[in-house]
């Protein structure tokens, strides 16, 4: 028997350790599959949207359009991509069953989570930070206003997404499973969540509507962490309490699942 | 010291199958114990709750006194396993796989690339180590399942049916390497629905059908339970069964040959020689034939009636070495 194991309710352990590595290499590993395509979709938002129709809109908030428009790209890519690497690294080990070999090792629950989470928040991260590069080619230098709340709401929001994507992940019986979650209730709720404009040139209703949304929360905040507090429709400091809240919530009910077998044991 | 596996009235139920009907076992440390029985048998969902892939519905299991449910962690540490089923990380070459599959057990990287370079040496597919799973041949996987059941040294080594379908060479490769970790200390769990393997190996076999233990024992008592028959060719033979004596089971003509069962073949013999001497009959040939375990696994099963039995039967035919 190993030492290890024995030890394994310490966080960080050698298991957990592992089963991070092999969660990063996996996607590291491929880029063509995961890194190329969003690095290629933003050239292209970048381009038509900030470029050729950024120079009609003109300006958004009192900021240019493209440059308002890079914060909602951000938070586009990191919490789809985030969703996508959990929820497809589980289903994809439950529909080979590899994942058995993982989740009958002496990991604790709360590790096997955080491991899944975790990584797949950090792919969310790092395509967050190529987005910003590409757009640093279009926009020269890119402000970062307040590092802290970008830090702070990039690190909650592609934690939350990745912890939704474990239940999705858990949850689907089928590929076609995922690109339902994917294409017809993130990418909606993303896209008429303030990316693209702000909440405020809506009529009043659709204002108010808007606000219900839990994405305009999340791209005010991270549009707060490189623009500043004028071109935000809402102020990060509640919205940041709430979301981490939620992300709490989530995780922890990650846990409650893994422990109940919840899709993983017959 | 508490047993490797101990198990009381365990009960499992999918929706309307009852696959275990309270199974209760006790498997001791260094020992190599055997599983026989058919095609769903509920031997594989036994293993299964062990390693927790399958929620039991009721009784109690533990692995070396550790329960298999509040100290998982525990008990899933000292289990290697090997199941039916391939069921590989499709996205890391197979040298990969088991340093990942020894770190989740706590072994750090370095240890855990020599140990599994050692295993896949002691397989005999180290020469494969940067392929990926899916493009081994099918005698290769086998192996690598075993490999990567034995890369944490672990203290219990179940294997789920790890002959089906292999050809014989490798089934004795296979079983050796097993016989030698079982020899150094590794207690061993085999389910199989070959005979020759739990006779061969097993040094306690239980017999399970339909979800209930119908017998533990060594396969020589399971062999002593049987009977033994004697095959006699005569010259003339007659049309009945000339007079024996009372040490045989029963006696009767068969294409020609008279077909005598005793308890103990060996022991009848001379008497049935002496008996045929007597009444003047000239023996050409005699041939005793020992019970086999699938024999007796029949007899054993044989209450449950014919459809139970037909399934035993074509379990048989089908695992047929
Ligand atoms: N996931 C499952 N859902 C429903 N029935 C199952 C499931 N797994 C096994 N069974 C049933 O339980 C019984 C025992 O199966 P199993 O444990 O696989 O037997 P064995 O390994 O001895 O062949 C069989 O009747 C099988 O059909
Ligand atoms: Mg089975």
Redesign the pocket.
Known sequence: MNIGGASASIPFTTGFRTLMRREILRYIRRPRNTFMPPLITNVLYFSVFGVILGERVGTVLGVEYILFLLPGLVVLGAISNSFENSSFSIFHGRWNEYIHATVTSPLSYTEMVLAYVLSSALRGVIIGVLIALVGAVFIRPVPVEHPVYLVAFMAVITTLFAALGVIGGLWARDFDYLTVMNQFILRPLVFFGGVFYSIRELPRTWELVSLLNPMVYMVNGVRYGFLGPEAVDVGPNVALVVLTTATVVVVAFDIYLFHRGYGLT? | MPSAIETEDLHKQ??D?H?LKGVSLEVDEGEFFGLL?P???????FINILVGLVAKSSGHAEVFGYDVEDDYQMARDAIGLAPQEFNVDRFFPIREVLVHKAGYHGVPKEVAVERADRVLKEVGIYDKRDTRFHFLSGGMKRRFMLARAMVTDPDLLILDEPTAGVDVQLRHDLWQLIERLNSEGTTILL?THYIEEAEQLCDRVAIVDQGEVVEVETPDELMSRGSDTIYVTLRDPPETPPELEDDVLDAGMRDGDLVVRAEHGGRSLPGVVRSLDRAGHEILDVEIRRTTLEEVFVEVTDSLGDEALDDVREGFEEGAP
């Not at chain 2, 095609?39 to 969902?45: E, F, L, M, V």
């Open positions: 017959e | 999918y929706g199958v696959a029985g095609n769903g048998a509920g031997k594989t969902t389910t």
